[in-house]
């Protein structure tokens, strides 16, 4: 008897992971293998983030949190929206969660009904396909093109709204292009927006401190949606702190409350000292992000010249975040005489196995003709992956 439900066996395995996974075991089994796969950055939490989670130890916040979130860190969050983006929120506004992909389920769990429409602009983040679909939802994907920068122009969008979309899922900087939108491109989204007042929109913005040309840009900015928009955003890439999981929205308070209401019947409030540590880390700036936009920023110029040396590879260079979205389509159909490449995600695969480089087909952020690469690491490995993979793609015919 299977006992499994439908909603599981129809959803996808994230693809980044399984990458990040797989490139892990082999490691393990002793192979030399770069990963390019994971969107993590390669530096340390900054010591007094790390010294203010040691002070809540010592200090016994071992309690159960409120659900939303300490009022100091919603708090800071609110600081953070009004210094840095110029938007205002209050505590009752703010929703504390399990990292970004957390506040990204929370905010469709509550706003989308089976069969309403979600609309994701491709190339997407991996998660938000899976779950607009866990809730019932229907995607409706809006593509783009490298040649267009991967950008999606007002005019595509709002031939893509019907009377049944609830929600547009929005992401700049962008996970996996890299592509940051100008404040002149984002009024002209938010214009769609305005014009149709059945339509939520949610701000992924969880990359805004990775930017090297031009200006971040909240969506929420915009006033004449900001009753309808709900603001994403999360410690995790800012600050080096993947694995204390905090991400948060800021949202209208009908919204916010109705995500405390899911979020206290499903992981209640998250971890005290992660939530001590973000609110250090939003409450002080030691330079630490603008020593890693510097060295990202370094090594985005490193591997985009790299990968410019490589026949038949195309790419558009990134304004922001630490991804480059290779168009490998002159590779699809070839052969190494053993397998041949159909697919994005064959690539991925072939390099993993040939070039030992851990990167992730482009199939599951609906970019069916690219891989992307992570370039949060090394100078050394970058050269090194590069090279490599140069080396491999010669063996396809």
């Known amino acids: 008897m299977d006992f499994l439900s439908d909603r599981i066996k129809s959803m996808a395995a994230s693809a980044t992971l399984a990458m990040t996974q797989k490139s892990r075991e082999l490691k393990n089994r002793g192979f030399d293998v770069i ?20 002070r809540a130890i010592d200090d016994n916040f071992s309690k159960y949190p409120p659900v939303s979130g300490y009022e100091d860190l919603r708090a800071a969050v ?14 009752d506004q703010v929703v504390v969660s399990v990292g970004g992909k957390h506040s990204v389920i929370n905010v469709i769990m509550v706003t989308v009904n089976p069969g309403d429409e979600v609309i994701i602009l ?3 983040w991996v998660s938000y396909y ?5 809730a019932g ?11 267009n920068d991967f ?26 292009t890299g592509m940051v939108y100008t404040r002149e491109e984002m009024e002209g989204i938010a214009r769609v927006v305005g014009k149709n007042p059945h339509v939520l929109i949610l701000s992924d913005e969880v990359y805004e401190h990775i930017v090297y040309e031009g200006e971040h840009v909240s969506m929420a900015s915009f006033d004449f949606i900001y009753d309808r928009t709900i603001t994403l955003n999360a410690v995790s890439k800012s600050y080096a702190m993947t694995g204390w999981r905090i991400g948060y929205i800021g949202a209208p308070v009908w919204l916010a409350k109705a995500v405390n209401k899911l979020q206290g019947q499903f992981t209640s409030g998250t971890c005290t000292i992660a939530q001590k540590a973000a609110c250090a880390a939003m409450s002080y700036d030691d330079g630490s992000r603008d020593k890693m936009r510097e060295a990202f920023k370094r090594r985005r110029d490193l591997i985009c010249g790299l990968l410019a040396e490589v026949e038949g590879v195309k790419i558009r260079i990134p304004q922001g975040a630490f991804y480059v979205l290779p168009d490998i389509s002159f590779y699809l159909g070839k052969s190494d005489g053993e397998k041949v490449i159909n697919s994005a995600d064959d690539l991925a695969f072939f390099l993993l196995d040939r070039a030992r480089v851990a990167t992730v087909g ?13 370039y949060a690491t090394s100078d050394d490995h ?11 793609l010669k063996l396809l015919k």
């Open 130 to 134: 899976d779950q607009v679909k866990l």
């Open 362 to 374: 482009g199939d599951a952020f609906g970019a069916s003709n690219c891989i992307r690469i992570s």
């Open 151 to 176: 950008k999606v122009t007002p005019t595509d969008l709002e031939a893509a709204i019907t009377p049944k979309t609830k929600l547009i899922i929005f992401n700049s900087p962008s996970n996996p």
């Open 382 to 392: 970058l050269i090194e992956a590069v090279k490599r993979i140069k080396e491999s």
């Open 78 to 91: 609110c600081a953070k929206f009004k210094r840095e983006n110029g938007l205002d929120y209050t505590p």
């Open 122 to 124: 491709a190339p997407y």
């Open 137 to 147: 939802g229907v995607p409706v994907i809006v593509n783009t093109t490298l040649e």
């Open 35 to 54: 990963s390019l796969s994971i969107g993590e950055p390669d530096f340390n939490t900054p010591d007094y983030v790390k010294e203010a989670a040691k």
